[in-house]
């Protein structure tokens, strides 16, 4: 007839509730998929995180020297090469030739489609010294001179990052020019945090989005 009987009402009533059930539980399957999800994120993030320590935890006894010029190792003997820029840095410490180099030897480089160096200039020459003290000696010994010249070649040092790290630290560049330029102390705390001090005050600075704009961002006091 026209109207539906008793029984396909209750049937239509029950196939409702059935799909209204299955409908919970799916966004329920959901939300607790998008948990799960967001949880191996963050697990994926962590490891990746001890990961990049590890790696770069295993450089610490390395640094990078730029501006050695191409074929200067005699030899190929790059270790002997590296001690000559070392005596030259230290004139006056007895002890240099006490200082350990384990390995040294160019960074390889990397190709353009043509077949050139993509590289401005020599390429680095990596050491790995035996103690970190020394190498924490050298490093900081560059950086007090500023500008060191060997065999009229200017020379530079920097620690043996990692890619990830080392482009986090590279955006500082501008801020740290702008703090040599005014005087300014600065250090860049591992893995890419840099501090600048400001008479008694220590200012940290985690970003760089404003940094070029005013070097002295009040992020947080010590």
Known sequence: GEGKTHAEEL??????????NRVSQLEDENAALAANTAELKSKVALLEDRIQYQENYSRRN??????????SEKGNNARECVMDVLR???????NADQIV????????ATLKEDG????????HILVRFLRFADREKIRLRAREIGSFQWKGNKLEFFPDFTKEVQEKRNKFFEV???????????TTQYPAVFWVSLGKERLQKSRCDDATRNPSVRERRQ
């Open 11 to 20: 049937e239509l009533i029950s196939t409702n509730f059935k799909s209204e």
């Open 62 to 71: 390395n640094l990078r020297i730029k501006g050695i010029p191409e074929r």
């Open 88 to 94: 030259s840095l230290l004139p006056q410490d007895q």
């Open 101 to 108: 180099v384990e390995r040294a030897h160019r960074v390889p």
């Open 116 to 123: 050139r160096n993509t590289s401005a200039g020599p390429r």
């Open 176 to 186: 740290r020019r702008m703090c040599r330029a005014k005087g300014l102390k600065y």
